[in-house]
C-alpha cells in the first residue's frame, strides 16, 4: 500500500493492521522530527543486555543441541517440563502454525483481539466466531483462542480449562501478568503461545514458543524443521530465561512506567481503557486527529480500524519526549 500525504486518511489507515511500521511513517511524515519514538508496539524499551551471538555463532548452522538448552531454559521459566516446549521463530509463527496443526474447522475468539489469530484461522479455512469470555462453556467451536492478558484492552482472564475442546492461550504478555499463566498446565487440549520479545525487548530476535503436549510440539518441531531459530534468538534466549534478577526487577518497573504513562495520558485528556504494563489503551474522541499530530511530532502511537476513538501507548524510551509531544496536542 502506499502511503498518502502526511495528515490524511490514509496517511493513517496504514498503521491500522499492527505496530511497527517505522518506515512507513517516516514516508507519512516526511517533516516530522527524528528520531522517532515508536510507542506503537508493546515492547520493552529497555531491553535485557546480556549475552549476544559472536560472529563465530552466525557462521554456522545453530546446532539442535542449543535449541534443546534455549527450550530447556524457557521451560524452567514457564514451569513446565522441556519436553512440552517448541522454540518458534516468534509467538507469531506459532499461532500461524497452530490452526493446521490442531486441525480444527471452527474456532471461536474472545473478542476484540490481537487479529493475527483471525487471520490465520480465516487461511486454514476454518469457521471463525467472536465470543466474550462468558460464552467459551456455551460455544460448539472445536477450538477456543483466549488471548491473556489481552491485547488490546489487557483484560485478564481467570480460571481457563480447556475442556474437551482445543484451548489456545496467547500469553505472549504473559510475563506482566505471571498470576494469569496457564503454561505451567499445558497439555492435553490446552496449548500456550508465549513471546520472548516483548518482555526482553529484544522483538528483532524473533523467539517465541508453543506449549502443549509432547505429541504436538513433536510435530511443532517438525513444521520448522531443524534449524527453527537463529543463532541470535539461542543465545539471548537461553541466558536471559535465566537471569531471573532481571525478570523480577523488570516486572517491577514495568508497572511503575505505566503508572507514570497512565498520568500522563489522563493530563492530557485520554481516557485510560486499559491493558498491560507494556501498552496502554486509551480513548479520545479526536484520536485520529491526536494520532496525526502525534505522529507530525515524530511520535508512533497504534490506532484501530473499528474502533476510531482508541489510541495505544506503548511505554517511551525518552518520557520528556512524549510529554512534549502531549502538552502541544
Known amino acids: 500500500m502506499s502511503v498518502s500525504a502526511p495528515g490524511s486518511d490514509l496517511a493513517a489507515e496504514v498503521f491500522l493492521r499492527h505496530g511497527g511500521r517505522l518506515a512507513a511513517a517516516k514516508r507519512a511524515f516526511p517533516d516530522a522530527p527524528t528520531p522517532w519514538l515508536d510507542l506503537s508496539t508493546g515492547i520493552n524499551p529497555r531491553p535485557w543486555k546480556g549475552a549476544r551471538a559472536t560472529p563465530a555463532d552466525l557462521a554456522r548452522l545453530p546446532d539442535p543441541e542449543a535449541v534443546a538448552a534455549l527450550e530447556a531454559a524457557a521451560a524452567g521459566a514457564f514451569g513446565v517440563s522441556s519436553e512440552r516446549v517448541a522454540a518458534v521463530p516468534g509467538a507469531e509463527a506459532g499461532l500461524r502454525a497452530l490452526p493446521r496443526l490442531l486441525d480444527a474447522r471452527s474456532v471461536a475468539m474472545v473478542s476484540p483481539t490481537y487479529g493475527g489469530h ?4 480465516r487461511l486454514a479455512g476454518a469457521k471463525i466466531e467472536a465470543i466474550s469470555a462468558g460464552q467459551i462453556a456455551a460455544t460448539d467451536a472445536e477450538a477456543v483462542v483466549v488471548v491473556n492478558p489481552n491485547n488490546p484492552d489487557g483484560a485478564r482472564h481467570e480460571s481457563l480449562a480447556a475442556g474437551d475442546r482445543w484451548l489456545v492461550v496467547d500469553e505472549s504478555f504473559g510475563e506482566t501478568a505471571p498470576e494469569l499463566s496457564v ?17 526482553y525487548g529484544l522483538a528483532g530476535v524473533r523467539l517465541g514458543f508453543v506449549i502443549a503436549e509432547p505429541d504436538l510440539t513433536a510435530r511443532v518441531r517438525a513444521q520448522f524443521g531443524d534449524w527453527p531459530v537463529a543463532a541470535e534468538a539461542i543465545i539471548a534466549g537461553t541466558a536471559a530465561y535465566a537471569d531471573v534478577t532481571w525478570r523480577e ?8 512506567d505505566a503508572a507514570r504513562l497512565d498520568a500522563m495520558l489522563t493530563a492530557a485528556g485520554f ?3 486499559g491493558g498491560t504494563s507494556l501498552f496502554r489503551l486509551t480513548s479520545a474522541p479526536d484520536a485520529k486527529a491526536r494520532f496525526t499530530r502525534l505522529a507530525e511530532q515524530g511520535v508512533l502511537t497504534r490506532p484501530f480500524p473499528d474502533r476510531p476513538t482508541w489510541l495505544r501507548f506503548g511505554l517511551p524510551k525518552t518520557w520528556s519526549r ?3 509531544a502531549l502538552e502541544a496536542l
Open 183 to 199: 503454561a505451567s498446565q499445558a497439555g492435553g487440549r490446552l496449548v500456550v503461545l508465549r513471546s520472548f520479545g516483548k518482555f
Open 271 to 273: 481516557e485510560i481503557l
Open 249 to 256: 526487577r523488570t516486572i517491577r518497573r514495568l508497572a511503575r
Open 322 to 324: 512524549l510529554a512534549a
Open 118 to 121: 483471525a487471520e490465520a484461522w
